[in-house]
C-alpha cells in the first residue's frame, strides 16, 4: 500500500544502510568470512565434548547441538585459560569502579561528576524534599558539568540506580528521563539519565564486586548515559541516544574496547581488602579470552540477522502467508552456524518456535537486528582510528564528544561518522578484531 517491495525496504529507508540490498550483502560477506572460522572453533568443542562424555562413561554420538554450546564453551574458558572470574572480581568492586569510569570520563571528555548530597538535593528539589527528586532510596545523583577547558557549563544529572529489589527491572540498561533541547526563550532544557542495573548489594563484610562481563555491561551503559549526557540538539527528538537503530550501539559498543585495554584495567582495579591493582599475569589471561569462540557468537548472531531479513522481505504475501517460520528458523540456524537441534535426531525441523520468542523481530528491531553487527563495524573502525594507540588521548575524545555524541541523531549518522573518521567508514578494523582479514 505504500509502495515499498517488503517490510524491510520501508524499514531501512532511513537508516543508515538505506537499502536492504546493503545489508543482505553485509551480512552475507561476514557469513563467508566467518564460516571457516565457526567450523574450526566448533571441531574443537566437540572434541571437548567427546572426551568429556567419555569422561562419565557415555557414548559419544559425535553431534554438537545448539545447547551444547554455552555449556563447552564455559567449560573450554576453565579448562584451557584457567581462568577464575572470581578472583578477578575481586579487583572490581563497585563503587571504586563506578569512580574510576567517571574518571574516564572526566580525562576524556572534559566532564566532571558531582554527587548530591541531601543538602544538595534539598536545594534543587522543587518541592523542597530531597527524597522527591529520586524514585529510592537507593539511587545515587550526581550534576554534571564542563571542566574548565569545556567551559565551566551545567550538562545535565546522572542517576545510578545499581541493586536490585522487588519489582524492579532486571537487567541492565540506560534510561533517558528528561532529553535535553532549546527553549523558546534560547535558554537550554538540560537532560537527565538513568542507569537501572542490578548488581549485588554490598554487605558488611564484603563490597559487591563485579565479574569482568559486568565491568563491561556497565561501562557499556554508561556510555549511552554519556551520549545522552554529552546531547546538544535544538530538538528533544534527536537528542542524545535517540540515533537510527544501526548506530544506536556504536558509541557504547566502542567503550568496552576500554575494559579490554590493559592501561584501563589496571586504573580501573582496587583489589576491596588490599587496594592493590590487578596483576599483569590476570589481565593477560583475561585479554587472551576477548575472541575466544567469536566466530561460532557472531555466526549466531547473524542467523538472528538473517532470519530477521528472511521474513521480513518476502516475494510475496502469499510467500509469506505459506511461510513455516519454525522450519526456516531451524534450518537457517543449522546452515548458518552449524549447530544442530532435534532434527539430527530425526525429529525434523519444525520444533521449539525458537522465532516466537525473539522479540527484536517485532518490538522494534525488525529488519534492524542486523544493526548490532553493522554498529560493532562503525565502533571497532571509531576505536582503531582514534583510541586504539591511546585510549585516553583528551583531545580525541573531546573531538569525538563534540563531532559525534553531542549531535544525537540530528543530522544523518552516516554523515557525522565521516566527519568523526575524516573518511567512508570501512570494515577493516571490525574484520582484524575478529582475526579475519579484510576484504
Ligand atoms: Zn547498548
Given at each position: 500500500m505504500l509502495g515499498y517491495a517488503n517490510h524491510a525496504a520501508f524499514r531501512i529507508e532511513d537508516k543508515m544502510a538505506k537499502v536492504p540490498e546493503t545489508v543482505n550483502s553485509f551480512l552475507s560477506d561476514l557469513r563467508t568470512k566467518l564460516a571457516p572460522g565457526g567450523v574450526k572453533e566448533q571441531a574443537h568443542l566437540l572434541e571437548l565434548k567427546k572426551k568429556d562424555e567419555e569422561?562419565?562413561?557415555?557414548?559419544?554420538?559425535?553431534?554438537f547441538y545448539l545447547w551444547d554450546n554455552r555449556f563447552y564453551?564455559?567449560?573450554?574458558?576453565?579448562?584451557?585459560?584457567?581462568?577464575d572470574e572470581t578472583k578477578i572480581s575481586e579487583y572490581f568492586p563497585l563503587q571504586s569502579t563506578v569512580q574510576g569510569m567517571l574518571e574516564i570520563f572526566e580525562k576524556l571528555f572534559g566532564l566532571v561528576f558531582v554527587k548530591l548530597d541531601q543538602e544538595e538535593r534539598q536545594r534543587i528539589s522543587p518541592t523542597g524534599k530531597a527524597e522527591d527528586i529520586a524514585w529510592h532510596e537507593d539511587v545515587i545523583i550526581f550534576s554534571v558539568w564542563d571542566d574548565a577547558s569545556e567551559g565551566d557549563g551545567f550538562v545535565g544529572y546522572l542517576y545510578l540506580d545499581l541493586h536490585p529489589r522487588q519489582g524492579k527491572y532486571g537487567h541492565a540498561a540506560n534510561f533517558n528521563l528528561q532529553p535535553g533541547y532549546l527553549q523558546k526563550d534560547g535558554s537550554r532544557r538540560f537532560p537527565a539519565t538513568a542507569l537501572v542495573c542490578n548488581f549485588s548489594k554490598p554487605t558488611e563484610k564484603?563490597?559487591?564486586?563485579?565479574?569482568?562481563?559486568?565491568?563491561?555491561?556497565l561501562f557499556h551503559e554508561l556510555g549511552h548515559g554519556i551520549h545522552d549526557l554529552a546531547g546538544r540538539c535544538r530538538y528533544s527528538r534527536f537528542h542524545g541516544t535517540s540515533t537510527v537503530r544501526d548506530f544506536v550501539e556504536a558509541p557504547s559498543q566502542m567503550l568496552e574496547n576500554w575494559c579490554w585495554t590493559s592501561s584501563q584495567l589496571k586504573s580501573l582495579s582496587n583489589h576491596y581488602e588490599t587496594g592493590e591493582k590487578i596483576p599483569d599475569e590476570l589481565i593477560e589471561k583475561l585479554i587472551s579470552t576477548k575472541h575466544v569462540n567469536d566466530a561460532l557468537f557472531n555466526l549466531r548472531q547473524l542467523h538472528f540477522g538473517i532470519f530477521d531479513m528472511t521474513v521480513h522481505s518476502p516475494n510475496s504475501h502469499e510467500e509469506l502467508e505459506k511461510l513455516d517460520a519454525s522450519k526456516l528458523y531451524n534450518e537457517l540456524r543449522a546452515e548458518i552456524c552449524g549447530l544442530k537441534g532435534p532434527e539430527a535426531l530425526g525429529q525434523g525441523s519444525t520444533w521449539g518456535n525458537g522465532q516466537a520468542t525473539f522479540g527484536h523481530l517485532i518490538g522494534g528491531y525488525d529488519a534492524g537486528y542486523y544493526g548490532y553487527l553493522s554498529s560493532e563495524v562503525y565502533s571497532a573502525d571509531m576505536f582503531h582510528s582514534s583510541f586504539k594507540k591511546d585510549p585516553m588521548n583528551g583531545k580525541e575524545g573531546r573531538r569525538y564528544r563534540h563531532t559525534v555524541l553531542e549531535r544525537g541523531g540530528s543530522q544523518d549518522e552516516m554523515e557525522t561518522l565521516k566527519q568523526f573518521l575524516g573518511r567512508a567508514p570501512s570494515s577493516d578494523a571490525f574484520y582484524a578484531e575478529l582475526g579475519l582479514a579484510a576484504a
Open positions: 569422561s562419565r562413561g557415555l557414548t559419544p554420538d559425535g553431534n564453551d564455559r567449560m573450554m574458558v576453565e579448562q584451557e585459560y584457567s581462568i564484603k563490597p559487591s564486586l563485579l565479574k569482568h562481563d559486568e565491568v563491561v555491561t
